[in-house]
């Protein structure tokens, strides 16, 4: 009995420790493991899959320019602070850009460019903004003004892809990368099952694209969990702006 | 029992706005405990001043909600069950927004 009862308290005391560490108290289940684990070895072992990823396939060169597309959401952010913190840590040498497209939508871009304006400071990372106005002569207010609210993502889609081309080419870098987290693929690939898109299907979780393009673009965060990604800011306690699709 | 509430990832646009909110939520069971659904309940009807569905779904709060109680993930002390205490610090964040 008194045996039982001691193993138990061990359990009790063994399930309240963290399992990396085994030293400190858990402060979250991790959404990708559901192992219990501290807030340091949170941002450890978030900081250091990321490199895994990164060095597993080859993702950049020593003396590359990367532009960061930076839209002052979560995902952004999170890849700026992540991206220039592995950069300085582990030396990959690279030089790294902010990249940030303005469509001219009043009330929405404003405040993240904000941020990108404020991430730019704290982490030390040249920004450039690339304006719709700039590039086509059109702010997406303008646009729906003439075609209204139906067909405009179409028009934003093609124009911010390209928009984020033309702005990496300005900075003359040799790779963009952007802040496609695990959910966004599982989503893609959903989406494209429900389309019945083959063709789109089997590309679209690939983690380099556009090596035969002129700016080819790389997904570091295609298997961080996007609950994650919001966890790790509020561990560490920087914020971000955002945007709820609601 | 007093407690403080933050709404984050947006979710302050249902409560008008209002990222942190000081309140005094009144004990429903006789035991004098709280449990996170009865806070959750508490806050739907007292807080919550549009799109609800937003914030919970059934007993509980709608998937990809966070909830942090002093700065500890829910889930590890019980969930919906977990029992609150006074001047506990909870932190409700959503993670339905663009990246």
Known sequence: MEEREGNSAAKQAGLRLCCYCSQRKPALKRPKTREQICRECFYDVFEEEIHKVIMDNHLFRPGERIAIGASGGKDSTVLAYVLSELNRRHKYGLDLFLLSIDEGITGYRDDSLETVKRNEIQYGLPLKVVSYKDLYGWTMDEIVKVIGLKNNCTFCGVFRRQALDRGATLLKVDKLATGHNADDMAETVLLNILRGDIARLSRCTYIVTGEDGPIPRCKPFKYTYEKEIVIYPFILEFYYILYVSV | ?99
């Open chain 2, 1 to 99: 029992m007093h407690l403080t509430l933050e709404f984050g990832g947006g979710l302050d646009l249902l409560c008008q706005s209002v990222k942190i909110h000081e309140v005094d939520v009144p004990l429903m069971s006789e035991t004098g405990k709280m449990k996170m659904r009865d806070l959750l309940a508490w806050v739907r009807t007292n807080l919550i001043k549009e799109r609800p569905e937003m914030f919970m779904k059934g007993d509980s709060v709608r998937p990809g909600v966070l909830v942090l109680v002093n700065d500890c993930d829910w889930e590890l002390s019980g969930g919906l069950d977990m029992e609150l205490e006074e001047k506990d610090a909870v932190v409700f964040i959503s993670t339905l927004h663009g990246g």
